[in-house]
């Protein structure tokens, strides 16, 4: 295994790690504080995900245009 | 091929990592049973406020499930722009991130229906809708569960997994067809 793919490795391991504990830290102080927003407070009005796909067609369409 | 002294560290990073997941699965799992429970000081919590901590955590895992989800999107959808020679054939390409696309955001859609419907039996005293939504909640994140596990997000599943679990618990039946 090459040096950087180590690294690579490391970070992802390093990512997997803080966002399970943010998520942890998040209940623990939820519990703490006895503080149960609801739901459209927590939830984003568009999701990371909707706006990704959502800019990766128009990349798609702008690439292949009207040919396809 | 090259001789590398830590030849094994794939191993040693997957083994790590499922450890940890584990960890953190288990201590998701503790956490929300403290939580809904109430043994953890949370005892005076209402049947209807547990509900809410329940749906409050599974928001705050569908978001940091999303966060993640966004970023591997971008990823291969614009690694198969790279390799595509057509828009069908990208379109095929990335139909499984399309789909993990709408399975959030129908599992968004049922976590603010579950809201309104725990709302009710705040108001009400009432839990007869929360459990009718709850098992539409509980399918809708099977689904977005199977679309992450088809576009190899599995380390990323087992906090969504808990949620699921949870969502179940508070269920009375199966979700009607086509009230997904």
Do not use: H
Not at chain 2, 60 to 74: G, I, N, Q
Not at chain 2, 133 to 158: F, K, M
Request: glycine share 6%; proline share 2%.
């Amino acid at each position: 295994m090459k040096a950087l793919e180590i690294i690579e490795k490391v970070v992802d391991a390093a990512g997997v790690i803080d966002d399970g504990l943010t998520l942890i830290g998040g209940l623990v102080r939820r519990i703490r504080e006895r503080k149960w927003d609801q739901v459209d407070e927590v939830l984003p009005v568009s999701l990371k995900t909707e706006l990704a796909m959502a800019a990766a067609e128009e990349k798609a369409r702008a690439k292949f245009g009207a040919s396809s | 091929m090259t001789r590398y002294p830590f030849a094994r560290m794939d191993a040693l990073f997957d083994w790590l990592r499922a450890g940890f997941l584990t960890v953190v699965r288990l201590a998701v799992v503790a956490l929300l049973l403290l939580a809904v429970t109430g043994v953890c000081g949370c005892g005076d919590l209402t049947p209807p406020e547990r509900a809410q901590a329940a749906l409050t955590t599974g928001a705050d895992v569908v978001v940091a499930f999303d966060a993640e989800a966004a970023e591997r999107l971008t990823a291969a959808t614009e690694e198969a722009l790279r390799e595509a020679s057509s828009l069908a054939e990208w379109q095929g390409r990335t139909q499984p991130w399309k789909r993990l696309t709408i399975a959030l955001s129908a599992t968004k859609a049922a976590l603010l229906t579950a809201q309104a419907a725990v709302n009710v039996w705040k108001a009400t005293g009432d839990d007869a809708s929360f459990r009718s939504v709850a098992g539409c909640l509980a399918a809708q994140l099977e689904l977005l569960y199977d679309a992450a596990r088809s576009v190899d997000l599995n380390d990323r599943l087992a906090s969504l997994d808990t949620v699921v679990r949870l969502a179940a618990a508070y269920t009375d039946g199966l979700c009607p067809e086509g009230e997904r």
